[in-house]
């Protein structure tokens, strides 16, 4: 097996934007669109490490899907100022609002996960693939 690479807060980042474990890089911690794995098959981290963990990624998944709707608005109007088509505008807006949280939903699980391990790295208690745990360090004392 080859040895995993280093953690750095880009790499985890960007695994979670892939949708894939934020500690090893594997693809298998969904199974299909909305359903997460307890637990990567390949390094066994866990995807939520704490109780109620999935609340961050719906408060990123609704905070990103509203900044995407209100750019859709204002640059509609913007575009089509002075006279703004309102259906056509309507009709962005709700199909915006309906479908990007849904696309997005799994993105936010994984990069919650991401941001979770980049703040706190993985420890023994975690029971993952001693490899992707990072070198111990012995202070004085």
């Given amino acids: 097996m ?11 980042v960007r695994r979670g934007l892939l949708r894939r474990c934020p ?13 997460q794995v307890e637990r990567c098959p390949r390094c066994n981290y866990p995807t939520t490490r704490v109780e109620d963990q999935w609340i961050g990624s719906l408060g990123m998944n609704i905070i990103v899907s509203f900044t995407l709707l209100l750019g859709v608005i204002a640059v509609g109007f913007a575009v089509t ?20 949280p849904v696309f997005f939903f ?8 991401a941001i979770d391990l980049a703040m706190r790295p993985p420890d023994p208690d975690d029971d993952v693939d001693p490899r992707y745990l990072p070198p111990t360090r012995h202070g004085p004392g």
């Avoid at 500690?23 to 359903?35: M, N, P, T, V």
């Avoid at 309102?86 to 962005?92: C, F, H, R, S, Y």
């Fill in 2 to 12: 080859e040895e995993p690479q280093p953690l750095t807060t880009s790499r985890v």
């Fill in 23 to 35: 500690l090893c890089g594997s693809r298998g911690i969904f199974e299909g669109w909305f359903q």
């Fill in 106 to 113: 799994p993105i936010s699980r994984s990069l919650w996960s």
């Fill in 81 to 100: 100022y002075p006279d703004p088509p309102v259906g056509v505008l309507l009709v962005a807006a709700v199909s915006v609002a309906a479908l990007f």
